[in-house]
T-cell receptor, first 113, second 113 residues
Framework: DVKVTQSSRYLVKRTGEKVFLECVQD?????MFWYRQDPGLGLRLIYF???????EKGDIPEGYSVSREKKERFSLILESASTNQTSMYLC????????????FGPGTRLLVL | AQSVTQPDIHITVSEGASLELRCNYS??????LFWYVQSPGQGLQLLLK??????LVQGIKGFEAEFKRSQSSFNLRKPSVHWSDAAEYFC???????????FGTGTRLKVLA
């Protein structure tokens, strides 16, 4: 069965803190994605990775960075958290085939105070 | 510009009634089309997808969707809604040759007992 897990369901951080969100998939997928979900805006792509150590910016990369040292793990980093980064963060993975089905994790709801 | 429109932000139906959720897209290439469902506080679960072939596709939980190229639509339907279908539904468009999905802003479904 397809499984994408995210390290935390809920996080509360303070402005200026460095925040790490972890995502792990057990499907041997090449592609991994980080999205941000906000009411009325749907899902917006922050970054994606198509291979270990490879990454590409999505639509809203500002204020975020990513790391993919192993195939199964994709981390999203908020270098200095700000209140406007309070949101739901969703990780997804897919096979190498562009356009292929993306499978999502349960999400991390981040509150930055 | 590429876009996905879900014109209904909220829909309320009675349990047992039929359901249709609308999705319209604007996409230059031949699209891959997806419907996802998100229960409260959860990640996205794939309901169904269309890549090619038969334009009427069947998904999980009794859902189906029909691709109409002439109308640039991919509407989701269910003949009889159950209370457990209350959730948010997202339409997404992808394409062969691109990793990127474009998501609609979602339709929140409420089911009355």
């Amino acid at each position: 069965d397809v499984k994408v897990t995210q390290s935390s369901r809920y996080l509360v951080k303070r402005t200026g803190e460095k925040v790490f969100l972890e995502c792990v998939q057990d499907m041997d997928h090449e592609n991994m994605f980080w999205y941000r979900q906000d009411p009325g805006l749907g899902l917006r792509l922050i970054y994606f990775s198509y291979d270990v150590k490879m990454k590409e910016k999505g639509d809203i990369p500002e204020g975020y960075s990513v790391s993919r040292e192993k195939k199964e793990r994709f981390s999203l980093i908020l270098e200095s958290a700000s209140t406007n980064q309070t949101s739901m963060y969703l990780c997804a993975s897919s096979l190498w085939d562009p356009g292929g089905t993306q499978y999502f994790g349960p999400g991390t709801r981040l509150l930055v105070l | 510009a590429q876009s996905v429109t879900q014109p209904d932000i909220h829909i309320t139906v009675s349990e047992g009634a039929s359901l249709e959720l609308r999705c319209n897209y604007s996409y230059g290439a031949t699209p891959y089309l997806f419907w996802y469902v998100q229960s409260p506080g959860q990640g996205l679960q794939l309901l169904l997808k269309y890549f090619s072939g038969d334009t009427l596709v069947q998904g999980i939980k009794g859902f189906e969707a029909e691709f109409k190229r002439s109308q640039s639509s991919f509407n989701l339907r269910k003949p009889s809604v159950h209370w457990s279908d209350a959730a948010e539904y997202f339409c997404a468009v992808g394409a062969k040759g691109t990793y990127k999905y474009i998501f609609g802003t979602g339709t929140r479904l409420k089911v009355l007992a």
